[in-house]
């Protein structure tokens, strides 16, 4: 993705909460995690804010995670994952297995960070909020059997971190994440306030 993608979302949130928005451009398919984390690190601190909320869809969130695990002296505030694979995930694993071009096609991130399990945990300390989608509709479902609930892509279980602040879902599709204006007003309600306005 270009970064296009997140266009919508930034707009609803900039409009409805009043806040001032950035996207972050990456190459996920050539560029290694560690380049990608040092450059968001550095746009964090061009901005010169006192507080700086960030939010990630998809691979995103695991770039946002890296780059918060790195950089512990970035300015504070609140994070929200959309749609985020936060273990290894099933689909990027059978494209990965299915398809000789896939391992190129997924990029290079992917291989670092989603085709083995990490056991990752959320220790870092800022409020992290997790929406999960769960209409069955995205690429992810043709490469392997995504098991439970599912946004086509990614599925719940997966989307799911230990020690994060809060976890929801909403009948949306991986894509559809960045499109809802429900999960535009959850993620804002959560960057501003430390929590959603539903329960999981």
Not at 119 to 142: E, F, K
């Amino acid at each position: 993705m270009n970064g296009a993608d997140g266009l919508v979302l930034r707009r609803r949130v900039a409009r409805d909460f009043q806040m001032k928005t950035h996207g972050f451009h990456y190459p996920s398919v050539s560029g290694a995690m560690s380049d990608i984390t040092s450059r968001l690190a550095e746009r964090i601190r061009s901005l010169q804010a006192e507080r700086v909320h960030l939010v990630g869809h998809s691979l995103g969130g695991i770039v946002i995670y890296r780059t918060l695990e790195r950089f512990a002296d970035l300015p504070p505030g609140r994070v929200v994952f959309l749609g985020t694979p936060s273990v290894a995930s099933r689909a990027a694993q059978g494209a990965h297995a299915r398809l000789k071009w896939a391992a190129k096609l997924l990029g290079t991130c992917v291989a670092e960070e989603l085709l083995t399990d990490r056991g990752r945990r959320w220790q870092i300390d800022r409020d992290l909020g997790i929406v999960a989608g769960t209409r069955r509709v995205g690429l992810g479902q043709y490469f392997t059997q995504l098991e439970g609930d599912n946004d086509g892509t990614v599925s719940v279980n997966e989307a799911r971190l230990p020690g994060a602040t809060a976890f929801i879902t909403q009948p949306v599709s991986h894509m559809g994440l960045l499109l809802s204006a429900r999960v535009a007003r959850e993620t804002g309600t959560f960057l501003e306030a430390g929590h959603f306005t539903v329960g999981v």
